[in-house]
T-cell receptor, first 113, second 112 residues
């Protein structure tokens, strides 16, 4: 069982370019999340999805969009990347009713120049 | 709104010494509390969690944490630190919306 996979592992991107970070889970969890991790700020929630077909905004949603067409996949899109979106991005999932316990992917390191 | 404070940005201990990492939370009801560990270049791994019941919870790798409602704290402890414990530690609080709020983390350095 792989758990959560994220792709790519790392990426360098020119400002203004469009980028999609991929996240796939094989645990059949209902809820999925995207966080960004920045030094000294911990993890901040970007977007979440409590179940397939629904999404919601987290603490820092501006400049990002998500979709949840099925249970397993939760891609994060940067429509026009800016340098302030340089960060490490983590995808996570949790089972419905599991008291918020979340399982994390290995992360994607994104650099926007 | 829920929030978490980890007052220590960086802690250094000698191998074999005891460890306590502090975590204070703010939440209106009984919280769900978590400690995660992140090794360099890795994702987050759950160490332990508190939902209800016994206020002293045991986790993996010999860690434990105590929930103190009167102090709004959930401090992480380990009696004897190993070099492999060097990592960043995050406290998190969960509420009714199934979302987690994380603290800013405490970086642990272990001296030989």
């Amino acid at each position: 069982i792989a758990g959560i996979t994220q792709a790519p592992t790392s990426q360098i991107l020119a400002a203004g370019r469009r980028m999609t970070l991929r996240c796939t889970q094989d645990m059949r969890h209902n809820a999925m999340y995207w966080y960004r991790q920045d030094l000294g700020l911990g993890l901040r929630l970007i977007h979440y999805s409590n179940t397939a077909g629904t999404t919601g905004k987290g603490e820092v949603p501006d400049g990002y969009s998500v979709s949840r067409a099925n249970t397993d996949d939760f891609p994060l899109t940067l429509a026009s990347a800016v340098p302030s979106q340089t960060s490490v991005y983590f995808c996570a999932s949790s089972e419905r009713g599991d008291y918020n316990e979340q399982f994390f992917g290995p992360g994607t390191r994104l650099t926007v120049l | 709104a829920q929030s978490v404070t980890q007052p220590d940005i960086h802690i250094t201990v000698s191998e074999g010494a005891s460890l306590e990492l502090r975590c204070n939370y703010s939440y209106g009801a009984t919280p769900y509390l978590f400690w995660y560990v992140q090794s360099p270049g890795q994702g987050l791994q759950l160490l332990l969690k508190y939902f209800s019941g016994d206020t002293l919870v045991q986790g993996i790798k010999g860690f434990e944490a105590e929930f103190k409602r009167s102090q709004s704290s959930f401090n992480l402890r380990k009696p004897s630190v190993h070099w492999s414990d060097a990592a960043e530690y995050f406290c998190a609080v969960g509420g009714s919306a199934r979302q987690l709020t994380f603290g800013s983390g405490t970086q642990l350095t272990v001296l030989p």
